[in-house]
């Protein structure tokens, strides 16, 4: 078994490259990433030199590449993850997002396609996507396999798209692919531009903490090690041609979490009670900020026998305690360019 994982490199794909390498010595797995701003090798150093993992070095955005690629390897499935991730950087270029998500994928499904030739047997191309793609809740009910799709970001509008040119290749071409649609992720080696990273890192070093519009807005939050999990089910054991949602039954509010991370960061760092807090600074929110994302993933639960492994507080003191004790890594991703990102989005240093 020869997996292609894509964005190998990045937050999720790591994990996930890192639970194929565990529980499957006997598969081949290539890592095809092109080590963007958010891609990096550190984060796989503890399995890189196992002898079936491969690092590629490759633009998904680069057909012939990819066509290539295709033809020296024979890949028995692809587990797709390489994106643009995050909706702000989708708000400043949004084009870069359509190249990326869009073509990208595009290209992928051109080279699966070629490549295995209409001989599907044993094949999987897996498609890793968001709950963003159903658009915003109000106060009730949660997100279905069935929900119509209302991508509101250049970011959730490129994933969505991406979807759909996926089930286009499975209705049209026969192709045997599989999507699944997560809530938000956390965990280590996530990029410091994201929620809970960024502001572990800003309240280590005593900086505003940014929390967009009045904080109301609700998440639902997964620990990363549980997509991986969910991701080798639907993998081995999903129908093809199947959507299924992942998310965590866990609901918070942005203030709400920020507020329990602050109380964990004070404890951590011995600070006094209600010092970390003192850090929130109320900032003009997201342009068209989705209110609420929450996932039913009973259809997971139920067919393939998924649950997540841990509750929230907890999962988030493992988080803290990681970034804690791995400043070299934190340090590495927040010096060069991101400064420069951090700068021109907030402004301030
Ligand atoms: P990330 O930004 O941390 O990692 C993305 C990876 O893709 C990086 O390693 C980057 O170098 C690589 N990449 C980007 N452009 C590429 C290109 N043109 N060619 C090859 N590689 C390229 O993202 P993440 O948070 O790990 O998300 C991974 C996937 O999961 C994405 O598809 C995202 O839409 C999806 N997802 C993320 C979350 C979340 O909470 N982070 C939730 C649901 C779904
Ligand atoms: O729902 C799944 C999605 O979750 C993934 O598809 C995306 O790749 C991933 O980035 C994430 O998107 P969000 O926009 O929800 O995540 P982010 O961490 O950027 O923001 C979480 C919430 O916190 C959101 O409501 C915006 C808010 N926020 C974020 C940042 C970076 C702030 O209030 N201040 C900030 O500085």
Redesign the pocket.
Known sequence: MHILITGGAGFIGSHVVRHFLNHYPSYTISNLDSLTYAGNLANLSDVEERQNYRFVKGDITDGDFLMRLFEEHQFDGVIHLAAE????RSIVNPTAFVVTNVMGTVNLLNAAKASWQSDYEGKKFYHIS???VYGSLGSGGLFTEETPYDPHSP??AS?ASSDHFVRAWHDTFGLPVVISN????YGSFQFP????P??INNILHNKPL????K?E?I??WLWVVDHAQAIDLIYHQGKTGETYNIGGHNEWS?IDLIRLLCRIMDTKLSRAAGESEKLVTY?TD?AG??LR?AIDSSKLQRELGWVPSITFEKGLELTVEWYLSNGEWLNNVTSGSYQHYYEKM?GVR
């Open positions: 991730s995050h909706v702000d968001t709950d963003e970011y959730s994933k997560c809530s938000n992720n531009e994201k929620l809970i960024l502001f940014p929390v967009y519009g904080g807005n998440r639902d942005n900032v997201r900020h989705d994302y907030y």
